[in-house]
């Protein structure tokens, strides 16, 4: 009883002394105003990475990489390690693997019954890409500017360029599945949805980017750097992470389902009535 | 052209391919091995669950074969139940003609056995009262000695009454 009193006392004693050295101490000069900071933030103007020295490009580009290799690290470790001691009756990891494979292919499946194969793989991967991406900003990776300044690493899809790509390419999706499963009228019906390649690229833009923009607004105040940071980054982000993979999966499989579904031929139908 | 948002199509094209490379590696490394455990393991619970059906249906058959093979024995056993019945009927029904015949042997032999020691019991008493009669007969008759002495003594003597 008597030591866990004196942890908690020098537990207290070390915050109370962090917080005070953390006012008391002056901190560097800001370089840029919250303005400046904000409007980098969304257009990427001044903070830009050197990609391997070939071309300056924004840090969301570097982030998107990182995530993949993380991703794909992840992937080989369980395909060599984990993959090959599976058992009939799961672990928890190993359910942890099935439910998530079984979530997108169910969800496949329940919209594209039938041609699922392709859709389930393509969701898995954007649903990963999404929530792996969106929880990336919460580990704070650090980057160094062409200008020499450090920089944290944002989510990749807060970059309209990567919004932008995540959108348009899974509208190609949706349109291949058009293609491939009705031809022309799969093509026709894909390309009367024309709004969706930019409803998809700018709600998960607008959805990150807000995100951002608080975290951004919260961290250039060191004042609102206690505390609030834990609420603000941390389950706005897991929310964020769920609710944005979930919605852009649900409607590329909801589209997908809808283009690739046979169409019966309205001559036929006609006919059909005819003879009744 | 400058385009708004800071648009960079190159970028978008990096975003792409990257996205493209996580989709394949994702694919081979993980969605489809996890996939096709799951597909070998229904195939292998399916196949368990058929099997399991054909040797509940087999035993199903060998029950039901059992059960008329039951029922085919209840019906013999109460054909053979009837057989033995209608049998004891049968016996019965001998046993109790035979009874009857040996009875009505018995009543008959005995009416026989009374009708003789009947006609025996009148005869000799007929008899007796034929030689009883003639007894009395003879007591009567020589009752004053031999009559036939007492006639001719009775004509020797020149007697009318003689």
């Given at each position: 009883m008597k030591a866990k009193k004196t942890k908690l006392a020098l537990w207290i004693c070390a915050i109370v002394v962090l917080l005070v050295a953390s006012i008391l101490v002056p901190s560097v000069q800001k370089t840029e105003t919250i303005q400046v900071t904000m409007r980098d933030a969304v257009l990427h103007e001044t903070n830009r990475i050197s990609l391997f020295?070939?071309?300056?490009?924004?840090?969301?580009?570097?982030?998107?990489?990182?995530?993949?290799?993380?991703?794909?690290v992840f992937a080989v470790i369980v395909r060599i390690f984990v993959i090959p001691r599976f058992k009939m009756v799961p672990g928890k990891f190993q359910m942890l693997?099935?439910?998530a494979v079984d979530l997108f292919d169910g969800m496949?499946?329940?919209?594209?019954?039938?041609?699922?194969?392709?859709?389930?793989?393509?969701?898995?991967?954007a649903g990963a890409y999404i929530f792996i991406g969106t929880l990336f900003e919460l580990f704070g990776i650090q980057a160094i500017t062409t200008e020499g300044s450090p920089i944290t690493l944002p989510a990749p899809l807060s970059d309209v360029n990567a919004a932008i790509a995540m959108g348009c390419f899974s509208y190609l999706v949706i349109l291949g599945g058009g293609i491939a499963y009705n031809g022309f009228k799969g093509v026709g019906s894909t390309l009367k949805e024309f709004s969706l390649p930019i409803s998809m690229s700018f709600r998960l833009f607008g959805a990150l980017l807000s995100g951002l923009l608080v975290t951004e607004l919260v961290y250039y105040y060191v004042n609102l750097s206690f505390v609030l940071p834990v609420i603000v980054g941390v389950m706005f982000t897991l929310l964020h992470a769920l609710i944005q993979a979930y919605v852009l999966t649900m409607l590329v499989a909801l589209y997908f389902g809808e283009v690739s579904e046979k169409q019966e031929p309205k001559k036929k139908k006609v006919k059909a009535e005819a003879e009744n | 052209m400058n385009i708004p948002l800071n648009i960079d199509w190159q970028q978008i094209l990096l975003h792409v391919l990257n996205f493209v490379i996580l989709f394949g590696g994702?694919?081979?490394?993980?969605?489809?091995?996890?996939?096709?455990?799951?597909?070998?393991?229904?195939?292998h619970y399916a196949e368990m669950a058929q099997k399991a059906q054909s040797e509940l249906d087999s035993a199903e058959k060998i029950k039901a074969d059992y059960q008329e093979q039951l029922k085919s024995v209840e019906g013999e056993i109460s054909a053979k139940r009837t057989e033995a019945q209608k049998e004891l009927d049968r016996s019965v029904q001998q046993q109790l003609s035979d009874a009857h015949a040996q009875a009505d042997k018995i009543v008959a032999d005995a009416q026989k056995d009374a009708a003789r020691v009947h006609d025996k019991m009148i005869a000799d008493a007929q008899k007796e009262l034929t030689e009883l009669a003639m007894e009395a007969t003879k007591k009567l008759v020589y009752k004053d000695g031999d009559p036939y002495d007492a006639f001719l003594d009775q004509a020797e003597r020149g007697e009318?009454?003689?």
């Open positions: 020295g070939i071309k300056d490009v924004n840090p969301a580009l570097i982030s998107a990489m990182v995530v993949s290799g993380i991703l794909l693997l099935e439910q496949a499946k329940s919209n594209s019954p039938g041609r699922s194969g392709f859709l389930g793989a393509y969701i898995f991967t | 994702l694919y081979f490394l993980l969605y489809k091995p996890v996939k096709n455990f799951m597909a070998k393991r229904e195939a009318p009454n003689a």
